[in-house]
């Protein structure tokens, strides 16, 4: 996909540490940028999520067995 340009303003604290980041990794001012931004829309789309499923539960809550099953199924295998 073709990237835009766009213009936005930086503190220049911000922007400081912006350029710190970008030359330790080797990577460009827009390329942190980008990924700070990725990061956080995915961030956004989980919580409102989370928000969104939590309403639902409120409204139907589920079957008390149910949730326990699925709390066993939360272990993701840290043992």
Do not use: H
Request: no cysteine; glycine share 2%.
């Amino acid at each position: 996909m073709p990237l835009k340009n766009v213009q936005i303003s930086f503190d220049e604290d911000l922007l400081e540490t912006v350029d710190e980041l970008a030359a330790s990794s080797q990577q460009s001012r827009s390329a942190i940028v980008r990924e700070a931004l990725k990061t956080w829309v995915r961030q956004r789309e989980v919580k409102n999520f989370e928000e969104e499923w939590i309403a639902r539960l409120k409204e139907k809550p589920q079957d008390p067995g149910e949730a326990e099953a699925w709390a066993e199924a939360e272990s993701w295998g840290d043992e």
